[in-house]
């Protein structure tokens, strides 16, 4: 009984916390505070000008605030220890795979896998926006998985690229990342699973700390600790030295192209941190994200930066993509320095655009971090048209 009304009470909720929390407080007022937000949001490009701006356009939607606290965060906080810590999580996953698998029955997305000298890197549409990724090495035949979480699709995809599955990469322990752990470790008995051991990752065999390398064949695949979106979240970064071509970088639920994941489990100072360790990669790095969230976040990122021309050309380009239903994965990281907000909180031009940039007495590491916090909460109530 107490499976059917936890089924019952998980029936229509959307994969994504803000999304149900949006209905759940829709109709209320906003509050002066909220109102002081948006107008600054709105008067960035008159800096000069003492009139009262302009209504905040129709791409943002604020939740009303009460006491400078967000109502979302009780909620909020109950439903993802719920998600995350019982196994309540685990019947909304199933049940997100049923109907993803029914909705999409070849998949979210048509995706193009990349070939290089010996190594294939191929993304797997998952869920309703998930990738998975394999990354082949060709000549030996031998195959590692990033975030198996639909592990039919992903069998499915072994099979046809005839490759002995050999480990699986998790990033983090969100289920849509993990699901398809037990799977896949009990199909392919030598499969190791790796992840960081302080993410809790289902059927982990292998912990991974940072800078530590995973070598199958030719493949050399580095951990880095990129904590924030989860306490033990890891990117993997495959080296591209070996096959001569571009490395690669499976974020998971750090970054995405134009936007960055939610901190569910830390700081914005320690999200910035984590950003950083990636904005240190080479420009030509390609990015192969965990989710699409493309147009929603270059849609986002054009209510902060409206005259961001790079910009303008990658939106014209995911839309054009999208029309298809083609992927829009990868870009790269030097695309990403141009037009994703989350890795240009050090531009002037955004500082001036969302909030006040660092004084002369301010420590600029924490501006940036004030500035990425408010960010991440103008995203999560930005409401994509």
């Known amino acids: 009984m107490a499976a059917v009304v ?18 759940i407080l829709a109709g209320a007022t906003a509050n002066k505070a909220a109102q002081n937000r948006a107008r600054a949001l709105q008067s960035h490009s ?13 791409e943002l939607e604020y939740i009303p605030r009460k006491k400078a606290k967000n ?3 009780a909620v909020g906080v109950a439903w993802y220890s719920l998600y995350t810590r019982t196994w309540l999580g685990y019947l909304f996953y199933r049940q997100q795979l049923r109907r993803a698998r029914s909705r999409y029955p070849k998949g ?5 896998p990349r070939l290089f000298n010996g190594v294939k890197v191929l993304p797997i ?31 499915a995809s072994i099979e046809k690229e005839g490759v002995t599955l050999v480990a699986i990469l998790c990033t983090h322990k969100h289920w849509d990342h993990s699901g398809g752990n037990r799977d896949l470790s009990r199909r392919h008995q030598d ?12 059927y982990l065999t292998h912990p991974l700390c940072h800078q530590d390398v995973v070598s199958v064949g030719r493949l050399q695949i580095r951990a880095l600790a990129t904590p924030g979106h989860t306490q033990g979240h890891l990117v993997y970064l495959l080296d591209g030295e070996p096959y001569k071509g571009p490395s690669c970088l499976f974020s998971g639920d750090l970054l995405f192209l134009s936007g960055c994941g939610r901190t569910f489990e830390g700081t914005a100072e320690t999200m910035l941190s984590s950003l950083d360790t990636v904005l240190g990669l ?24 409206p005259e961001n021309l790079a910009r303008e050309r990658k939106m014209q380009w995911v839309q054009r993509q999208r029309m298809e239903r083609k992927s829009t994965c990868p870009s790269t990281l030097g695309e990403e320095r141009s037009y994703n907000p989350f890795l240009r909180t050090h531009c002037l031009e955004l500082q001036e655009a969302v909030g006040p940039g660092p004084g002369p007495s301010e420590d600029a590491g924490c501006s940036r971090a004030e500035l990425l916090e408010k960010l991440r909460r103008l995203k999560d109530l930005h409401k994509s048209k």
């Open 6 to 23: 936890a089924a019952t009470a998980l029936k229509g909720r959307g994969a994504r916390n803000a999304r149900v929390l949006r209905g």
């Open 46 to 58: 008159s800096p000069e000008c003492k009139e009262e701006p302009e209504p905040l356009p129709p």
């Open 71 to 73: 109502p979302m965060k």
């Open 108 to 112: 979210h997305s048509r995706t193009q």
């Open 125 to 155: 549409p998952v869920l309703s926006d998930n990738y998975s990724y394999l990354i082949i090495d060709t000549q030996a035949r031998l195959a590692v998985a990033v975030d198996p979480s639909d592990p039919q699709a992903v069998q």
């Open 191 to 202: 499969c190791r699973v790796y992840g960081s051991p302080q993410d809790g990752i289902p």
């Open 282 to 305: 080479e420009d030509d790095t390609l990015l192969w994200p965990g989710h699409e969230y493309a147009e929603e976040n270059l849609g986002f990122a054009g209510v902060v930066e």
